[in-house]
């Protein structure tokens, strides 16, 4: 069983994800924010991480650029956007993300993409 870091300030949208990548049998760790999020990362250990782009106080990146500060390797990371512009940030670090998903999230394509990440974690 894996361990998937959901991370989104918005409850009704974590809650939804919680519930379907649950429902795939997999263990959830929430978070609101980025904070929370790496004081998850240090009590569970993550299989992959679904980030949020848009939170108060920092964005889902910042959160991407903190984890690959950590020692040892980075879970595999998805990051959800409002828009598919969004994915052209002008940003050097989209290149490091490894999945992107698009508000509103079907469940299929959230079922897809941890999926793809747990296997993208699996050869790393």
């Known amino acids: 069983m894996s361990a998937i870091l959901i991370v989104d300030d918005d409850a009704v949208s974590r809650l939804l994800h919680t519930h379907i990548v649950g429902g795939m049998g997999h263990d959830v760790v929430q978070a609101d924010s980025v904070a929370s999020a790496l004081a998850a990362v240090d009590d569970f250990?993550?299989?992959?991480?679904?980030?949020?782009y848009r939170m108060p106080g920092a964005?889902?990146?910042?959160?991407?650029?903190?984890?690959?500060?950590?020692e040892g390797p980075r879970p595999p990371f998805a990051l959800i956007t409002s828009t598919s512009e969004e994915r052209d940030l002008g940003d050097d670090r989209v290149a490091r993300v490894d999945a992107y998903l698009t508000k509103p999230v079907a469940s299929?394509?959230?079922?897809?993409?941890?999926?793809?990440?747990?296997?993208?974690?699996?050869?790393?």
């Open 45 to 52: 250990s993550v299989d992959a991480v679904i980030a949020d």
């Open 59 to 70: 964005t889902g990146l910042d959160l991407l650029d903190a984890l690959d500060a950590l």
């Open 108 to 124: 299929t394509e959230l079922r897809r993409c941890v999926d793809d990440l747990l296997r993208a974690g699996s050869i790393r």
